[in-house]
């Protein structure tokens, strides 16, 4: 499989210029350049920014200048602390992976909606390709439903040709629907050219790192559960709860859980990624923060143990806060061990 060199290592900074309340105040302070020097100081190669189309572009499609400075600023603090940076468009005009006006007719078959996508990576196009040794692009954050996958596909098509008008080279980042599941690649189109990266996201099970979390309309608040854990334990409690939380059961083998269920929950996607020979890389995984440390180290180390095995490059969800947060006291036990793991 095709190894993303560069990309390898990665952490995301949502919450700042995506998923935030944006304001001056946060835009100003939320990240500032300490945070990506510290970052570098991990050891990991990249950062991926996400960032909400209302950071630049008014509902009329006009352009809101004095914000590209936010994308300028990350692009200029990377390059000297030596990282690398996926610029991610997290949510379009019409369109949000966690709200109801993006499916069906809201934004992918609604051609006013397409064409103001379209305009906004035009946008940043020709502001941020000549940084193509470094910067990347990802078109749209996650397509949630089956319906919306083919016309997606062409959608991406269109914007990925209007990129190539600009730069033959810039890697460009594609995701399925299922919001990017590493179940659905299958449903990526066929790379429409040599740089361009299937993109995935895994927080598998669901159930044990989404644990209590509020915005999952199924997931009692006062669930919790340890990793490793039993397939049997596993079984017994997230069928008491949805059915929906067994989608993985198939890649769960008897005994213990551990690193030999993400080899089964990949398998099919790098056997993909090898035959249509594209790059692989998981731009979100991470345990949210009402599991205890050790178990969630341990989930990092048995994902990454597949990472670090097939090349996949990675990003984790979050440097801070987003109810993910890297910096929170909660893993102060187990810090150092991740930080290597990182």
């Not at 709200?99 to 020709?126: H, N, P, R, V």
């Not at 979390?213 to 340890?226: E, G, I, L, Q």
């Not at 198939?250 to 859980?257: K, L, P, Q, R, S």
């Amino acid at each position: 499989m095709k190894r993303w060199d560069g990309y390898q290592k990665g952490v995301n900074l949502g919450g700042w210029l995506s998923q935030s309340d944006h304001t001056k105040q946060t835009y100003d302070t939320y990240i500032k350049q300490e945070d990506i020097q510290r970052i570098a100081m991990w050891g990991v190669d990249h950062v991926r920014l996400p960032i909400d189309y209302n950071l630049v572009q008014r509902e009329d499609g006009s352009f809101i200048e004095e914000n590209f400075k936010y994308i300028d600023d990350c692009i200029s603090w990377c390059g000297e602390a030596g990282l690398n940076m996926i610029l991610d468009v997290h949510s379009a005009s019409g369109y949000s992976f966690d709200a109801d006006d993006g499916s069906g007719e809201g934004f992918f078959k609604q051609e006013d909606k397409i064409e103001m996508f379209i305009a906004l990576w035009t946008e940043l196009t020709k502001r941020y390709v000549k940084y193509d040794d470094r910067v990347a692009f990802e078109l749209l954050n996650e397509v949630v439903n089956e319906c919306d996958n083919a016309p997606w596909m062409e959608i991406a098509k269109r914007t990925v040709d209007l990129i190539r008008g600009y730069s033959k080279d810039i890697k460009i980042l594609i995701g399925a629907y299922y919001n990017n599941s590493i179940m659905t690649v299958k449903y990526i189109a066929p790379p429409f050219d040599e740089n361009i990266v299937y993109n995935v996201h895994c927080y598998e099970p669901l159930f044990f790192t989404h644990q209590g979390a509020y915005w999952v309309k199924t997931m009692p608040p006062d669930f919790r559960m340890a990793y490793p854990f039993t397939k049997e334990e596993y079984i017994k409690q997230a069928s008491a709860v949805d059915e929906s939380y067994l989608n993985t059961v198939w890649a769960m083998e008897d005994g213990v859980i551990d690193i030999q269920y993400f080899e089964n929950l990949f398998a099919e996607a790098i056997q993909i990624a090898n035959d249509r020979d594209v790059y692989l890389y998981c731009g979100e995984y991470g345990v949210i923060d009402l599991v205890d440390a050790q178990s969630t180290l341990n989930w990092i180390r048995d994902i990454h143990g597949v990472f670090d095995k097939y090349g996949i490059g990675r990003s984790i969800w979050n440097y801070k806060g987003k109810d993910f947060g890297l910096l929170d006291d909660r893993l102060d036990s187990v810090r150092d061990e991740l930080y290597k793991c990182l």
